[in-house]
């Protein structure tokens, strides 16, 4: 998701939340942390793409349907990329890691049936594994399994067995040309009992000092142990049996700083200085080292607009500063635009000169030998919170009430391998939407409230609406497939937002359903996938990557 800056607010941000990011600046590493060098074959170029299925990058697997997924791969290989990344999250595919472990075979048919699609669209895969968010009804909360996995050795035995569950599917296919994981997923917010192994085994790889307590660290108190630690633990217990696993594997490292505080003279905290991660390139030989790029990284965030120029200096500062490692290096995330809300103090691209950075973002990138690079969406995404939201899990999520007929008749299997569901007359079809699936929409804030549904309309009708508020109308006046949106006003209670539809009359086959108050923009298509400003620049940028960027020369 769009990327993170340097951890001001993290502390604040003990939830793990998707897009959190802190309005800090950040600075480069300190100069006693250099990087490792490490010297490795150059693997070939790739121009990649996010792909989320026209749903929220957290509840894609089981809302992507079937029959766009041709239609959208045929399109980005005709806007130049030449790969798609897939999110594998961890809690989709192995929903109960404790005890030690169920699967979701659904997950696996369904990233399946996506490798198939790619293959055929001439587009290769990479794989970002342990995407950490997950609706699954038995996912159970993502902060403590990730908190689990990165302190309790026998969750990250259970980690373990889901990669190599995955590495078993992908084995022999040729066109899985990376797998990666990600530092956001395992994120580290304290050290609890059970990691006191690793912590005794991090601190014996220290320099001698009697002065040092062996007690566990504080992120706060023990900011310089605290962090080195977390970049240990993944350099040494995560990344090593993963990349046993897969043939091309990389660690995405966190290329912010986070902060170290002090009381300053006004007895308020102050930040004394900013720590790097360089422990985190400390990776297996031949291993290329993906980052993650935004304009706002070292700027001053204070709701700057950059000149093309501007930013294209904080890119090559970027690229320069990890280009020491000496490994090929791959930017999973190229987010040149950025609209996370709450955010607004990060500094952007001038949108007049979004295009002009693109074009020379080429050259900037070519000069420093990077691989590849990847867009988080090449569609606009809303953030619907709902599980399943297209019924690829049949009713799973869902409470289906109907005027006639057994619950168990109303979903139809279409012949491509979807899903809709009858609905008619005095049906009612319900999903509360727990805290944990992140920031919930809700009346009373500055952002504007909607609800799509798409249906095949068989008899037309109008299907009323519900978000714990006041109901709206959804008016489907004539046959065929149609998609209806409506301004709504959402009142979540204490165990959740309580969505529902009730079908006043009529008749109908629902196809998809959204509830969403903001709208992740890409620049290259829109949510109705509708070509965006951005698309036309974006085609030439990876026409003149993919091509070698000989113009630079």
């Not at 404790?98 to 996506?114: G, H, T, V």
């Not at 794989?127 to 993502?142: K, Q």
């Not at 990691?195 to 320099?207: N, S």
């Not at 009708?461 to 949106?485: M, S």
């Amino acid at each position: 998701m769009p990327r993170r800056l340097a951890v001001t607010a993290a502390l604040a941000c003990l939830a793990f939340l998707a897009g959190c990011r802190p309005v800090e600046p950040a600075p480069p590493a300190p100069q006693d942390a250099p990087v490792p060098a490490v010297v490795a074959d150059a693997p070939e170029r790739h121009v990649a793409a996010h792909w989320f299925g026209r749903q929220w990058p957290k509840n894609f697997l089981s809302g992507f349907r079937r029959e766009h997924v041709a239609e959208d791969f045929a399109r980005l290989r005709a806007d130049g990329f030449d790969t798609v990344v897939l999110l594998v999250a961890w809690g989709d595919f192995q929903p109960v890691f404790d005890p030690c472990c169920e699967y979701d075979e659904r997950a696996f048919e369904r990233l399946r049936f996506l490798l198939e699609r790619a293959d055929e669209a001439g587009l290769k895969v990479m794989l970002r594994l342990g995407y950490g968010w997950s609706f699954h009804p038995d996912a159970g909360d993502i902060g403590e399994r990730q908190q689990r996995v990165l302190n309790d050795p026998q969750v990250r035995e259970a980690f373990n067995a889901f990669l190599q569950r995955v590495a078993r599917e992908v084995q022999g296919q040729d066109h899985v040309v990376l797998a990666f994981m990600s530092w956001e997923d395992l994120w580290l917010r304290r050290v609890d009992e059970s990691a006191r192994a690793d912590w005794e085994a991090y601190l014996a790889t220290l320099p001698a000092d009697p002065a040092r307590s062996t007690a566990l660290p504080d992120p706060v108190r023990d900011a310089r142990l605290f962090h080195g630690f977390w970049d240990w633990l993944l350099a040494q217990r995560l990344v090593p049996p993963a990349a046993e696993l897969f043939p091309a594997f990389s660690l995405e490292v966190r290329v912010d700083s986070d902060p170290r505080y002090e009381t300053g003279p006004d007895g308020q905290p102050v930040v004394a200085e900013w720590i790097g991660h360089p422990g985190m390139l400390e990776l297996p030989p031949g291993q290329p080292l993906t980052l993650y790029w935004a304009p706002f990284w070292g700027a001053l965030n204070q709701g700057e607009r950059l000149p093309a120029a501007r930013s294209l200096q904080l890119l090559d500062s970027m690229l320069e500063r990890f280009g020491e490692a000496g490994r090929p290096m791959f930017i999973d995330q190229f987010n040149f635009v950025d609209n996370t809300p709450g955010y607004d103090n990060n500094a952007v691209i001038r949108p007049e000169e979004t295009a002009a950075f693109l074009h020379a973002a080429v050259c900037t990138m070519a000069r420093h030998d990077v691989l590849g690079y990847g867009l988080w969406t090449a569609r606009d995404y809303a953030e619907s919170p709902l599980h399943n939201p297209a019924f690829g899990y049949g009713l799973e999520g869902w409470s289906l009430q109907r005027a006639q007929g057994a619950v168990e008749d109303a979903l139809e299997r279409l012949p491509g391998g979807d899903f809709q569901l009858a609905f008619a007359a005095g049906d009612r079809l319900a999903q509360l939407v727990p805290e944990r699936h992140g920031r919930l929409p809700r009346s009373g804030d500055t952002l504007q409230d909607q609800v799509c549904v798409q249906a095949e309309v068989r008899a037309p009708g109008v299907i009323e609406v519900r978000a714990g508020g006041e109901p709206v109308l959804l008016d489907f006046d004539q046959a065929g497939t149609q998609r209806r949106c409506a301004a709504i006003a959402p009142v979540p209670g204490e165990a959740g937002l309580e969505f529902a539809l009730a079908a006043r009359s009529g008749g109908f086959a629902l196809r998809d359903a959204m509830i969403f108050d903001h709208v992740q923009y890409g620049g290259l298509y829109e949510l109705d996938g509708t070509p965006a400003s951005l698309r036309e620049p974006v085609q030439r940028m990876n026409r003149d990557f993919a091509g070698g960027a000989g113009r630079c020369d």
